[in-house]
């Protein structure tokens, strides 16, 4: 029985790698192929990933530690922050939270590019010169699969609202998803103005039109209100968490959304901005909305957008002089402005993210509502990303 059973061990460990045992210790030199190595552990060896090639030949067995010939030119620190993007090439986790959660979104989910059918990996190749292996990326596809449906432009989205009950929900807002159980939205839309006291209390997500059947409804369990915001005397600091009480199932029409990196510069001139278009004929979906319609906006200077304010008409000026006392914050706001008008009730604006073209990321807020059609005020995502990981990834 016992020798069965060392049998099984040593089989096992010799179908993962390449041979059973080099008897050599962590640390020694090696040799596989001709090719001399380092015993080491698998995490710091990319030759572990090219999957398309013979795994290395094993330098030790202890428990369930295996030790690796790895003749890799340069060790690595840990495999798993390893990303490989079909866009944007091999990218590497550092520690800055929401920046791994996306980096991790782009490997684990079922992004577009991953709907449009292309796969990305590591090819080892041989340095003549100095005797060791090295790698470069390589990315197959580009072609859905039979039966592939257009993916959703924006699964990142989602609608919030309030109710005593599930047949009967006042839809009042728009949010992005973030995390499996968190949802990005403005402050004031907490409490609506017209309904006062009664705070945003369902999600919904996958939402493309009024069929309620492709909708996936979550419980808010609890809101975050960022500290710095006071809705009865502006819309500065305008955002809030809402922490759902089952995670978000993720699927090709339900995903999260990336968060700008403070330490990186990426392309905002341009961004995408859902408007929702009214319907009030329905008498069980009770909100502003009936279909969403993607508005394309510009970037403008703080400058233009303050003098927009001084432009429009006359109510919307005065809204503007009472929330924004000290006109646009350049450091935790943005303008942006639409080539045609749009229905906005705290909804984000997002651009591509800058470590993929497969995914968006949420750049601000919106803390006015209702038609606009020049230039308006938005939350810069970007200046909360602090405070929004110590909720999200604490």
């Given at each position: 029985?016992?020798?069965?059973?060392?049998f099984?061990?040593?089989?096992?460990?010799?179908l993962?790698?390449?041979t059973?045992?080099?008897?050599?210790?962590?640390?020694?030199?090696?040799?596989?192929d001709?090719?001399?190595?380092k015993?080491?552990?698998?995490s710091?060896?990319?030759?572990?990933?090219?999957?398309?090639?013979?795994?290395p030949?094993?330098?030790?067995?202890?428990g369930?530690?295996?030790?690796?010939?790895?003749?890799?030119c340069?060790?690595?620190?840990?495999?798993?922050?390893?990303?490989?993007?079909?866009?944007?090439?091999?990218?590497?986790?550092d520690?800055?939270?929401?920046r791994?959660?996306?980096?991790?979104?782009?490997?684990?989910?079922?992004?577009?590019?991953?709907?449009e059918?292309y796969?990305?990996?590591?090819?080892?190749?041989?340095?003549?010169?100095?005797?060791?292996?090295?790698?470069?990326?390589?990315v197959?596809?580009?072609?859905?699969?039979?039966?592939?449906?257009?993916?959703?432009?924006?699964?990142?989205?989602?609608?919030?609202?309030?109710?005593?009950?599930?047949?009967?929900?006042?839809?009042?807002?728009?949010?992005?998803?973030?995390?499996?159980?968190?949802?990005?939205?403005?402050?004031?839309?907490?409490?609506?103005?017209?309904?006062?006291?009664?705070?945003?209390?369902?999600?919904?997500?996958?939402?493309?039109?009024?069929?309620?059947s492709?909708?996936?409804?979550?419980?808010?369990?609890?809101?975050?209100?960022h500290?710095?915001?006071?809705?009865?005397?502006?819309?500065?600091?305008?955002?809030?968490?809402?922490?759902?009480?089952?995670?978000?199932?993720?699927?090709?029409?339900?995903?999260?959304?990336?968060?700008?990196?403070p330490?990186?510069?990426?392309?905002?001139?341009?961004?995408?901005?859902?408007?929702?278009?009214?319907n009030?004929s329905?008498?069980?979906?009770?909100?502003?909305?009936?279909?969403?319609?993607?508005?394309?906006?510009?970037?403008?200077?703080?400058?233009?957008?303050?003098a927009n304010?001084?432009?429009?008409?006359?109510?919307?000026?005065?809204?503007?002089?009472?929330?924004?006392?000290n006109?646009?914050?350049?450091?935790?706001q943005?303008?942006?402005?639409?080539?045609?008008?749009?229905?906005?009730m705290?909804?984000?604006?997002?651009?591509?993210?800058?470590?993929?073209?497969?995914?968006?990321?949420?750049?601000?807020?919106?803390?006015?509502?209702?038609?606009q059609c020049?230039?308006?005020?938005?939350?810069?995502?970007?200046h909360?990303?602090?405070?929004?990981?110590?909720?999200?990834?604490?």
């Amino acid at each position: 029985m016992y020798k069965v059973l060392i049998f099984s061990v040593c089989l096992s460990v010799c179908l993962s790698f390449v041979t059973c045992d080099l008897d050599k210790e962590e640390g020694e030199d090696c040799e596989w192929d001709g090719i001399k190595g380092k015993c080491v552990h698998p995490s710091v060896c990319l030759t572990t990933l090219d999957k398309r090639r013979a795994k290395p030949p094993v330098c030790s067995q202890k428990g369930d530690e295996t030790i690796i010939c790895c003749t890799d030119c340069e060790l690595v620190n840990d495999t798993s922050n390893f990303i490989i993007s079909p866009s944007s090439g091999v990218l590497w986790k550092d520690g800055r939270k929401s920046r791994d959660a996306c980096l991790q979104y782009l490997k684990d989910l079922p992004h577009k590019c991953r709907q449009e059918g292309y796969y990305a990996g590591l090819s080892r190749k041989l340095d003549e010169e100095k005797k060791c292996h090295r790698f470069s990326l390589w990315v197959i596809g580009g072609a859905p699969g039979p039966g592939a449906r257009v993916p959703s432009e924006n699964p990142y989205e989602a609608v919030v609202g309030f109710g005593q009950g599930r047949d009967m929900i006042y839809w009042m807002s728009a949010g992005s998803i973030i995390h499996e159980k968190f949802v990005l939205t403005a402050a004031h839309r907490l409490n609506a103005s017209s309904i006062p006291d009664r705070p945003l209390t369902y999600v919904a997500l996958g939402v493309k039109n009024m069929d309620r059947s492709t909708w996936e409804i979550h419980n808010v369990t609890k809101i975050h209100v960022h500290p710095d915001y006071d809705g009865d005397q502006s819309r500065y600091n305008d955002i809030a968490l809402l922490e759902l009480e089952t995670p978000i199932s993720f699927n090709r029409d339900v995903l999260p959304a990336c968060l700008p990196d403070p330490a990186e510069e990426f392309d905002t001139s341009k961004a995408k901005f859902t408007s929702w278009l009214r319907n009030d004929s329905d008498p069980i979906i009770k909100g502003p909305f009936d279909s969403p319609h993607v508005v394309e906006l510009r970037e403008f200077t703080a400058e233009e957008c303050n003098a927009n304010m001084e432009n429009v008409d006359p109510l919307q000026s005065y809204i503007y002089r009472i929330y924004l006392p000290n006109k646009v914050n350049e450091e935790s706001q943005v303008c942006y402005g639409p080539e045609n008008c749009m229905y906005i009730m705290g909804g984000p604006i997002a651009v591509t993210t800058q470590y993929s073209r497969c995914m968006n990321t949420v750049i601000g807020i919106s803390p006015f509502d209702g038609h606009q059609c020049a230039p308006t005020v938005f939350t810069k995502v970007q200046h909360f990303v602090s405070w929004i990981e110590s909720i999200v990834w604490p």
